[in-house]
Antibody, heavy 124, light 109 residues
Framework: EVQLVESGGTLVKPGGSLRLSCAAS????????MNWVRQAPGKGLEWVAR??????????DYGTPVKGRITISRDDSKNTVYLQMNSLKTEDTAVYYC???????????????WGQGTVVTVSS | SYELTQPPSVSVSPGQTARITCSGDGLPKEFAYWYQQKPGQAPILIIY???KRPSGIPERFSGSSSGTIVTLTISGVRPEDEADYYCQSSDTTNTYRGIFGGGTKLTVL
C-alpha cells in the first residue's frame, strides 16, 4: 500500500523554526517528485513547494508566500521529504500535507497521493 | 501569474446534477485537475488532465474544458458527495507554481 506519513507539526512562536518530515512507503521514492501543500484553518488548499527527483535534477520550486523562508529537501536513503520552515508567521498556521506529483498518463502536475497532514500552529 | 476562480458554494438535491466551474486565464495552456476533500480528510484526486477519471472514481464524476473554464460535473448526486471540491492547475511561465482554486462547498440538500 502506498503511504505518506507526515510528522513534526507542533506549536511554535512567531519567528521560530520547524522542520516537517514526510515518510513514504510502497512507492519508488527516488523517482517521485514530492510536494508540500498547506491548508489554513477553514481555508482552501495552497501549494507550498516541490522537489523533483535527483534523476530529474532535484530542482526545487516555492510558492510566493513562503519563498525565502522555506526549504524543501529529500533523503532518498530514508524515503523522506522535509520542509524546513524559518521566520514563521502566524499566517503559516495550517495543516501541512505532503503529496506526490503524478507521472505518466496523469501528467506531472497533479497530486495523486496525499498524506494525512501534520498541524503547525504559530502563536505566541 | 494567474489565479483560479471557483464559486464558493453549490447546492443540489440528491439525484440531480451538480456543476462546479473553475476559471483561469492559463487554463487553455495548462491541464486542470479536480480534488474532493471531506472534513478532516486529505484531498483525493478525482479528475486529471481536464477530463480523465482515475481508477476507482465513480463514473458520475466527469470533467470538461472550454477555453478559460473547466467544469466538474457530478451526475446523480449522492449524499456522500457532499464535500469541498478544488480545481488545480500550474503556472510554468517562469518557474513551476502550483495553483489551487478557492474551493467550492457542495451541499446535498
Amino acid at each position: 500500500e502506498v503511504q505518506l506519513v507526515e510528522s513534526g507539526g507542533t506549536l511554535v512562536k512567531p519567528g521560530g523554526s520547524l522542520r516537517l518530515s514526510c515518510a513514504a512507503s510502497g512507492l519508488i521514492f527516488s523517482n517521485a517528485w514530492m510536494n508540500w501543500v498547506r491548508q489554513a484553518p477553514g481555508k482552501g488548499l495552497e501549494w507550498v513547494a516541490r522537489i523533483k527527483s535527483k534523476t530529474d535534477g532535484g530542482t526545487t520550486d516555492y510558492g510566493t508566500p513562503v519563498k525565502g523562508r522555506i526549504t524543501i529537501s529529500r533523503d532518498d536513503s530514508k524515503n523522506t521529504v522535509y520542509l524546513q520552515m524559518n521566520s514563521l508567521k502566524t499566517e503559516d498556521t495550517a495543516v501541512y500535507y505532503c503529496a506526490r506529483s503524478s507521472y505518466g498518463d496523469y501528467g506531472e502536475s497533479a497530486f495523486d497521493i496525499w498524506g494525512q497532514g501534520t498541524v503547525v500552529t504559530v502563536s505566541s | 501569474s494567474y489565479e483560479l476562480t471557483q464559486p464558493p458554494s453549490v447546492s443540489v438535491s440528491p439525484g440531480q446534477t451538480a456543476r462546479i466551474t473553475c476559471s483561469g486565464d492559463g487554463l487553455p495552456k495548462e491541464f486542470a485537475y479536480w480534488y474532493q476533500q471531506k472534513p478532516g480528510q486529505a484531498p483525493i484526486l478525482i479528475i486529471y488532465k481536464d477530463t480523465k477519471r482515475p481508477s476507482g472514481i465513480p463514473e458520475r464524476f466527469s470533467g470538461s474544458s472550454s477555453g478559460t473554464i473547466v467544469t466538474l460535473t457530478i451526475s446523480g448526486v449522492r449524499p456522500e458527495d457532499e464535500a469541498d471540491y478544488y480545481c488545480q492547475s500550474s503556472d510554468t511561465t517562469n518557474t513551476y507554481r502550483g495553483i489551487f482554486g478557492g474551493g467550492t462547498k457542495l451541499t446535498v440538500l
